[in-house]
């Protein structure tokens, strides 16, 4: 089992930044794959970033490439999305989702343990 504990979320200006957390408890962290979804009012789920279980390999959807970075720190059990030049179309609840294995999916059916969101708002 995999406990995770979103935050960081908030309100911020287009152009401002944000960093968010996931705090993850249970087994061991290291041999988890992380993984950032994001779901607006009226829409489903949709992914945004991943990182393998070293942190050697991440994954981006196109809309967030060169503006949103995760990173995960083994020894906090701890992984991190920093998101920098946000924009109002990036307003969503986010959530970190976890899975047993070395590799990132893109899939949310493919992540057994969620975090419970944590709002972003960008306003214009």
């Known amino acids: 089992q995999v406990q995770l504990v979103d935050s960081g979320g908030g309100l911020v200006q287009a152009g401002g930044s944000l960093r968010l957390s996931c705090a993850a408890s249970?087994?061991?962290?290291?041999?988890?794959?992380m993984g950032w979804f994001r779901q607006a009012p009226g829409k489903e789920r949709e992914f945004v970033a991943a990182?393998?279980?070293?942190?050697?390999?991440?994954l981006y959807t196109d809309s967030v490439k060169g503006r949103f970075t995760i990173s995960r720190d083994n020894a906090k059990n701890t992984v991190y999305l920093q998101m920098n030049s946000l924009k109002p179309e990036d307003t969503a609840v986010y959530y970190c989702?976890?899975?047993?294995?070395?590799?990132?999916?893109?899939?949310?059916?493919?992540?057994?343990?969620w975090g419970q969101g944590t709002q972003v708002t960008v306003s214009s």
């Open positions: 249970g087994r061991t962290f290291g041999n988890v794959a």
């Open positions: 989702a976890a899975r047993y294995g070395t590799r990132w999916y893109r899939g949310a059916g493919d992540y057994a343990y």
């Open positions: 990182i393998n279980y070293s942190g050697a390999s991440t």
